[in-house]
C-alpha cells in the first residue's frame, strides 16, 4: 500500500469515528510526532537522565520478565 493510500486509509478511519477522545489522541500524537523544536530538560530531568545512564553502565542484562517484576516494584514505591 502506497503512503497516499495509507493516509486515504487513515482519513477514512477518523472521520467515521464517533469517540472525540481517540481522535484527540491521534491529534496528539500526530502534534508530538510533527513538533521539531529541541526538547529541553530542566534540572531535575537532567540529573534523572545522568543517573540513569550511571545505572545503565552499571546494569546487568535483565530479562523481560525481570524487568516487569523491577518497573513493577519501582511503580508501587511512587
Known amino acids: 500500500m502506497s503512503t497516499a493510500e495509507l493516509k486515504i ?3 477514512n478511519k477518523i472521520t467515521a469515528l ?8 491521534i ?14 530538560l530542566n534540572k531535575a530531568q537532567r540529573l534523572r537522565m545522568e ?5 545503565l553502565q552499571n546494569a546487568e542484562i535483565l530479562t523481560e ?3 516487569d517484576k523491577y518497573i513493577e516494584g519501582w511503580l508501587q514505591e511512587k
Open 9 to 11: 486509509d487513515i482519513i
Open 18 to 25: 464517533d469517540e472525540v477522545w481517540i481522535v484527540e489522541e
Open 27 to 40: 491529534r496528539k500524537l500526530l502534534d508530538f510526532e510533527l513538533d521539531k523544536e529541541v526538547f529541553r
Open 51 to 55: 543517573e540513569a545512564q550511571q545505572e
Open 65 to 67: 520478565k525481570q524487568a
